[in-house]
C-alpha cells in the first residue's frame, strides 16, 4: 500500500468525524496549528495574534472543550444530550470572544471558521457546548486527536503545504519563527520537538516550576548518557509531527493524559524525531488540574511540601548507570551466536546485578526470542529489541531499579553525584543547596545551560532506533 492510500485509509477508518468538517474559505495556506483549549481566557487570542503578526498564511484550529462525567458523554453525530450538559463559564466566554473579535465565515455542525486576516483563518470546533463534552477518560488526547486529524486531512488534500501537523496548548508563547524552523527540519524526521523553556513565577511557585523543569531534563540527559534513543522530551505542547507519520500510527491516543508520551514513542518507531536547536517555546509555569500530571499538577504537588528543595526527589544516578549496562548488554546478545541460550547463562552467573534483574523481571527472554525468529541478521535483531525496549519499557527498568535497588534521591544529592550532568560544576551545586537566597532562579540558570548541552546550535538533534 503507499503513502497515499494509506493515509486515505486512515482518515476512513480511524479519523475523528471532525475531520470531515467543511473546506476552509482560502484554497491554501501555508502552515496549520492545532491549539486544545479547556478552561481558557481571552490571553489565548492574544498570544495567537502576537504569533500571527508575525506569520501569514496560517490555518489554525482551536479546539474548545471540557471533560465530561465518566460514562455520560455522547458522541458528536448524536442528538442526545449528555447529563453533564451545561459548558462552565470559561469555555463559553472563550467562545464569545471568538465569535466578538473575529469576522465569522462558513460553518457547519462540528465548527465555524473566522477571518484572522493575511491570508489566516481560525477553526473554532466546538466540544464545549450541550451533547458535545469530551468523555473524562479520553480529554486531552481526544481533543488533541479532533485537531490533528483535520490537519492531516488539509495537509492529504493540498489545503496546507506545510507538512508538518503542528500541535500546542493553550499556555504556551511562540517565537517569531516557530513555522519558519520547520522548513529546514531533516526530510526523514516523523516529529519536530521545539525546545521549551518554563516561565518562573515569583516566590515558592517559581522554584516548584523550575523543580520540575529539572526533573524533566534530568532524566532526558540520563537515557542520553545511557545510550537510549528515546532520550527525548515528551511534552505536548512542543510538538510539530509529519503526517503521513501522524498516520501511520493512528493519530493521537485518546487518554486523558500522557497521550504526548505514547505518540511520541510510537512516531519514534517509524522514523527519526527532531529535536530543534532554536524557535524556543516559553510555557506557562501556572497552578492547573485540568490533567492529572504536567507542569500544573507538578507544581502544586511541589508547593505543597514543606522543604521543596530537600523534600523532592529525583532518580538515582545509579537508575541510569543500571539502563545503560542493560543497553550495552543487550547490544553484546544481538551479536552473540545464540543470544537466548548466552542470556539464559548470564542468568545462572551469580551474584546477579540489579540490571539482570530487571531485565529478567520485565521477561528480555521472551523478547530474544521473538527478535530470532523474526530477524536475519545482527543489525535486525538490534532492531527489534530496540523497539521492544522503548520509551514506555524504559521507564519501567527506570522505576524498577528505583523501588527495588536505588531509592530517589535530593535535588543536592543530584548535583553533586550525577556525572553526566556537564556542564555543571560541583561548586554551583553547594550554592544552590546551601547558600542561594533565590533558590528559584538559581535553578531556572542551572535548566538553561542544560537545555543549551541537549542540542547544538547549528542543527537539529535526530533520535532514531538507530543507536548511536
Not at 400 to 409: A, E, L, T, Y
Request: hydrophobic share 40%.
Amino acid at each position: 500500500m503507499n503513502r497515499a492510500k494509506a493515509i486515505e485509509k486512515y482518515l476512513r477508518a480511524w479519523a475523528e468525524a471532525e475531520s470531515r468538517v467543511l473546506a476552509p474559505p482560502l484554497a491554501s495556506y501555508r502552515y496549520v496549528l492545532c491549539v486544545v483549549a479547556y478552561r481558557e481566557d481571552g490571553s489565548l487570542l492574544d498570544r495567537l495574534e502576537s504569533l500571527l503578526g508575525r506569520n501569514q498564511g496560517v490555518l489554525i484550529i482551536l479546539v474548545i472543550n471540557r471533560p465530561t462525567t465518566p460514562g455520560t458523554s455522547t458522541p458528536a453525530s448524536s442528538d442526545e444530550p449528555a447529563e453533564d450538559s451545561r459548558p462552565s463559564a470559561a469555555e463559553l466566554e472563550l467562545a464569545q470572544q471568538v465569535r466578538q473579535r473575529y469576522t465569522p465565515l462558513r460553518a457547519d455542525s462540528v465548527g465555524q471558521y473566522f477571518d484572522l486576516g493575511d491570508h489566516s483563518t481560525l477553526l473554532a470546533i466546538d466540544r464545549y457546548s450541550r451533547g458535545r463534552g469530551i468523555p473524562a477518560s479520553q480529554g486531552v488526547g481526544l481533543a488533541r486527536k479532533i485537531a490533528a486529524d483535520i490537519a492531516c486531512h488539509f495537509i492529504h488534500r493540498g489545503i496546507v503545504r506545510s507538512p508538518w501537523i503542528h500541535s500546542s496548548d493553550a499556555d504556551v508563547r511562540w517565537p517569531a519563527n516557530y513555522f519558519a524552523i520547520s522548513e529546514g527540519a531533516p526530510t526523514r524526521a516523523s516529529a519536530l520537538l521545539y525546545p521549551f523553556r518554563h516561565e518562573t513565577p515569583p516566590g515558592d511557585a517559581g522554584l516548584a516550576v523550575q523543580l520540575y523543569e529539572f526533573s524533566l531534563r534530568y532524566y532526558v540527559a540520563g537515557l542520553r548518557w545511557s545510550g537510549s534513543p528515546y532520550a527525548m522530551h515528551t511534552v505536548g505542547s512542543t510538538l510539530a509531527i509529519h503526517y503521513i507519520h501522524y498516520a501511520m500510527v493512528r493519530g493521537f491516543p485518546k487518554r486523558s493524559a500522557g497521550e504526548d508520551f505514547y505518540i511520541l514513542n510510537k512516531l519514534a518507531k517509524t522514523g527519526p524525531v527532531a529535536a530543534l536547536a532554536s524557535a524556543r517555546l516559553r510555557i506557562a509555569g501556572r497552578s492547573s488540574d485540568r490533567v492529572p500530571f504536567g507542569t500544573g499538577a507538578a507544581r502544586d504537588k511541589i508547593m505543597a511540601l514543606a522543604r521543596p528543595l530537600d523534600d523532592h526527589r529525583f532518580y538515582h544516578p545509579q537508575c541510569f548507570s543500571q539502563l545503560r549496562m542493560a543497553l550495552e548488554w543487550m547490544q553484546r546478545l544481538a551479536h552473540a551466536d545464540q543470544p537466548l541460550a548466552h542470556w539464559q547463562k548470564r542468568l545462572n552467573e551469580r551474584p546477579q546485578p540489579a540490571f539482570v534483574m530487571q531485565l529478567q523481571a520485565m521477561r528480555l527472554d521472551g523478547a530474544l526470542q521473538h527478535a530470532s525468529q523474526q530477524s536475519r541478521d545482527p543489525g535486525h535483531f538490534s532492531r527489534h529489541l530496540t523497539t521492544w525496549f522503548d520509551a514506555f519499557r524504559t521507564r519501567v527498568f527506570v522505576h524498577g531499579i528505583r523501588d527495588r535497588h536505588h531509592p530517589s534521591i535530593t535535588l543536592h544529592q543530584v548535583l553533586s553525584q550525577a556525572n553526566f550532568l556537564s556542564p555543571l560544576p560541583a561548586a554551583e551545586a553547594m550554592t544552590l543547596a546551601e547558600k542561594c537566597t533565590r533558590p528559584g532562579l538559581a535553578l531556572a540558570r542551572i535548566n538553561r545551560r542544560l537545555l543549551l548541552s541537549e542540542t547544538p546550535r547549528d542543527r537539529a538533534t535526530q533520535y532514531s532506533l538507530t543507536r548511536r
